[in-house]
């Protein structure tokens, strides 16, 4: 490990030698590297083995340095690198699937955002917990089969992309279904399906105030999910149930949507109540984060969960959104994180948004 620098140190040093935007190669990389070479910065890509050859299809969100080890779990033994290029980490989803949150939060080089929020998000019971004290509406939890009064989704802790989730019509049903320990036993809500793209400001002195910055909506996606999204094609979920076919939700892509205006106040409410909460709970979470959710047909949004970073959806918008095309044109969520930071610096407020 480097040496871990005061953070006004630090700070005063990244305000005299310019941060380098800095990710894993996966998950939201072009985007980060793109936007960030939009704001004028410098970008560094952290490589497993070898620089991946993909970045060369596409020059204008090509890492302008890889630096790699055998396996990005190791990621500390490039902390001197590191600090001595003044690196400035994005997290991602591939920070939390594969250095994890206890790693990420010890690594002595700055984070943008409050690097403690991937603990909350990794724990899903500190999550429901943040969700409740925030009064957000969430499917229902049962203890046992015997409380079920309806279709439920069994989901077990951990398992990459819903994997192995058990879908049951009723109690019945769930009785008859092979469920593994631990798990968790979740109303499952029919409706529509929308992860919104938030991002919270904490130095932004206009727009839709919250606490003492803003919030902006910079897209919505929808998740492609394998198997589930195209299993009806083969028939009823008994039918594939008895040939030993089991729904999955392993992510393979995202698609565009857009809500119902009339719907907007109703989710701008519901970030608005998860942003004031996590303030209380753990001093804030700051920039890029997706509420994940379905809309019944009773139209209530019902939040089964939070990702408190930039999140893959946001790819769709690399040269802005229906939404954030309203904030600024072209804006994608990887240069509205260069943009935060080019504010900082030039307010003086690194202290705010970065950790
Ligand atoms: P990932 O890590 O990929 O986000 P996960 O293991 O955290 O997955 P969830 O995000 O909670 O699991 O759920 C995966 C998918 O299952 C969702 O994208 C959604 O399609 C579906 N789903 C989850 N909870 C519910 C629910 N209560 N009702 C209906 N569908 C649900």
């Not at 050859?53 to 790699?68: E, G, I, M, V």
């Not at 997706?290 to 047909?297: L, R």
């Not at 970073?309 to 072209?330: E, K």
């Amino acid at each position: 490990m480097g040496v871990q620098l005061s953070k006004p140190a630090l700070w005063e040093e990244l305000r005299s030698q310019p941060p380098r935007i800095t990710t894993i190669c996966s998950h939201s990389s072009l985007q980060i590297f793109h936007g960030a070479r939009l704001e004028g910065f410098s970008t560094i890509g952290i490589a497993e083995k070898s620089p991946p050859r993909f970045y060369d299809a596409f020059p204008k969100a090509k890492p302008d340095q890889f630096l790699t080890m055998p396996k990005l779990s190791d990621v500390d033994t490039l902390v001197p690198q590191l600090q001595k290029e003044h690196a400035v980490l994005i997290p991602t989803g591939s920070f939390v699937e594969y250095v994890g949150p206890e790693k990420f939060n010890r690594l002595p080089v700055p984070v943008f955002g409050n690097r403690h929020v991937m603990a909350w998000e990794s724990d899903r019971e500190k999550e429901r917990e943040w969700l409740e004290m925030a009064h957000v509406p969430m499917p229902e939890r049962f203890k046992d089969a015997s409380e079920v009064d309806g279709p439920v989704i069994v989901k077990y802790y951990g398992a990459k992309g819903g994997k192995g989730f058990i879908l049951a019509k009723n109690s019945e049903d769930l009785l008859a279904s092979p469920i593994r320990q631990p798990h968790v036993i979740q109303e499952y809500i029919i409706g529509t399906r929308y992860y919104l793209h938030f991002f919270y400001s904490p130095l932004s002195t206009d727009g839709y105030r919250v606490a003492d910055g803003s919030l902006e909506l910079l897209g919505i996606d929808r998740r492609d999910e394998a198997n589930i999204d195209e299993l009806y094609k083969l028939g009823s979920q008994e039918e594939l149930t008895r040939s030993g076919i089991q729904p999955s939700f392993v992510v393979t892509g995202n698609v565009g949507v857009v809500l119902r205006e009339s719907l907007l106040p109703q989710v701008f409410e519901v970030a608005e109540r998860i942003v004031k909460t996590s303030i209380d709970l753990f001093g804030g979470m700051v920039g890029p984060f997706c509420v994940e959710g379905i809309m019944t047909e009773a139209l209530e949004f019902k939040v089964f969960e939070i990702s408190t970073r930039i999140v893959a959806g946001t790819n769709l918008y690399v040269s802005g959104s229906p939404y954030s095309d309203m904030v600024m044109p072209g804006l994608s969520t990887g240069r509205r994180i260069a943009l935060e930071l080019r504010r900082g610096l030039k307010e003086d407020r690194l202290g705010e948004i970065l950790s």
